[in-house]
């Protein structure tokens, strides 16, 4: 019945799930929308080519439609959790496919990032290593890269046991839980240092406009916002669940004790 049922049966807790899954579809909207108005504005081309941040348009165009497939595949696949969770009938084997497709697009995403930015990863390495800061270039590829790849693998193995496959070893939730708070913790270093700098930039720099410091502020926190409502769901959700086959599990084993008796 655990696995038949929805995972969370409160009608007041149900309704605050379904209101995290909303806000995270809706800020996946929001970005699509905007990484589309940009695109069709031709932005990007029109700024960012030439200023030695990106080589070409062309790269500029394929890592923008990259980032919008990977919204919009991100926006469905919690658009479809937030289907079931209204209708009442989010089980285990239904998270199980949206959380594991979705440490699947973050998989997909770093191995993508990894493998476009190889050329400028080896060109920085040659350059960090003629000043020995090779430390920092394995410090940065370690956060940037192999961090998110690592932790995508992870996922998916994790959620595919927990939520799919009907185990309920401790283990494997308590992968679930760290992965969730190791990328909160994540996100918070991010937005500090991205503030930070985004104030040295303010303060420093007499081209900055009001505008562009209220842009950057939003994208700052609609980022955060979206990346700490998904993994405390995913937390939240995992640990419910464990809670539940474990008092299943102790239930089942008292009746059999007492039909034996």
Not at 11 to 24: D, G, P, Q, T
Not at 45 to 55: L, Q, Y
Not at 163 to 170: A, T
Request: glycine share 4%.
């Amino acid at each position: 019945m655990v696995e038949k049922k929805p995972v969370i049966e409160n009608k007041m807790v149900n309704s605050f799930i379904a209101i995290l899954y909303a806000v995270i579809v809706l800020s996946l909207f929001l970005q699509v929308s905007e990484e589309l108005a940009l695109r069709y504005f031709n932005a990007y081309e029109r700024f960012m080519t030439g200023t030695g941040e990106i080589s070409s348009a062309d790269f500029v165009i394929v890592s923008i439609h990259a980032t919008i497939f990977d919204q919009v595949i991100l926006m469905l696949i919690f658009s479809y959790g937030l289907f079931l969770t209204i209708r009442d009938s989010l089980t285990p084997k239904k998270i199980g496919i949206i959380l594991t497709a979705f440490f699947s697009v973050i998989l997909f995403q770093a191995c993508r990032t990894l493998f476009i930015n190889w050329g400028n990863i080896a060109e920085e390495y040659k350059i960090l290593a003629e000043e020995n800061s090779i430390s920092y270039f394995v410090r940065m590829v370690l956060e940037v890269y192999v961090l998110h790849i690592v932790l995508g693998i992870i996922g998916v193995l994790a959620s595919y046991f927990c939520f799919m496959r009907e185990e309920n070893r401790k283990s494997w939730f308590n992968i679930i839980t760290i992965i969730s708070v190791v990328q909160i913790i994540n996100k918070c270093v991010e937005v500090f240092k991205r503030m930070n700098s985004e104030k040295f930039y303010v303060e420093n720099n007499s081209l900055a406009t009001l505008y562009e410091a209220e842009l950057n502020a939003r994208v700052i926190i609609e980022g955060a916002v979206l990346s700490i409502a998904i993994y405390a769901l995913i937390a939240y959700q995992a640990h419910v669940l464990y809670r539940k086959r474990k008092l299943a599990m102790v239930l089942s084993n008292a009746q059999a004790q007492s039909a034996v008796a």
